[in-house]
């Protein structure tokens, strides 16, 4: 099973890993697009995805600005990067390194669009964050929209 953007991860047996990593032995353009990291079940990688990031880093992340941004895709459903950019006046580069973000963290997710396109669409509901007041162990956990 493949998450919506391929470039982000992929779920799937040690056997499918190394029947993916042989034939990118072969042919090196496979390896193009591709996945970057891979887990054996869902579970895994949204853990993963949660170890990666402090609290405190997830606050700064959860600007009021990204925030608006989250809610324009909530809201407006574009259709593309371009047209999300526009909805939140925000400059394209900028909005894609953090939807990248969200995207590695399980908040956002792509799907591909026309014309080559990349259509943000969320899939978490919630953020929860357990910060430590003594700095020791501090927690993020993200919940899907399921």
Same mark, same amino acid.
């Given at each position: 099973?493949?998450?919506?953007?391929?470039?982000?991860? !992929?779920?799937?047996?040690?056997?499918?890993?190394?029947?993916?990593?042989?034939?990118?032995?072969?042919?090196?353009?496979?390896?193009?697009?591709?996945? !970057? !990291?891979? $887990? %054996? /079940?869902?579970?895994?990688? &949204?853990?993963?995805?949660? %170890?990666?990031? /402090? &609290?405190? &880093?997830?606050?700064?992340?959860?600007?009021?600005?990204?925030?608006?941004?989250?809610?324009?895709?909530?809201?407006?459903? #574009?259709?593309?990067?371009?047209?999300?950019?526009?909805?939140?006046?925000?400059?394209? &580069?900028?909005?894609?390194?953090?939807? !990248?973000?969200?995207?590695?963290?399980?908040?956002?997710? $792509?799907?591909?669009? #026309?014309? +080559?396109?990349?259509?943000?669409?969320?899939?978490? +509901? +919630?953020?929860?964050?357990?910060? %430590?007041?003594?700095?020791?162990?501090?927690?993020?956990?993200? %919940?899907?929209?399921?």
């Amino acid at each position: 099973m493949t998450k919506e953007s391929p470039t982000t991860y !992929k779920v799937g047996s040690i056997s499918a890993f190394a029947e993916w990593t042989k034939s990118v032995v072969r042919d090196p353009e496979r390896a193009r697009g591709g996945p !970057k !990291k891979w $887990f %054996d /079940s869902e579970e895994t990688a &949204a853990r993963a995805a949660t %170890d990666q990031v /402090s &609290a405190e &880093a997830m606050v700064k992340l959860l600007s009021p600005g990204n925030l608006a941004v989250l809610a324009a895709i909530r809201r407006h459903k #574009p259709a593309s990067m371009r047209e999300l950019a526009t909805l939140t006046g925000r400059q394209e &580069a900028s909005l894609s390194r953090t939807l !990248k973000r969200f995207g590695e963290l399980g908040i956002v997710s $792509f799907r591909n669009g #026309p014309h +080559r396109t990349r259509v943000p669409v969320l899939i978490a +509901r +919630r953020v929860h964050l357990e910060i %430590d007041l003594t700095g020791h162990h501090s927690a993020v956990a993200v %919940d899907g929209a399921r």
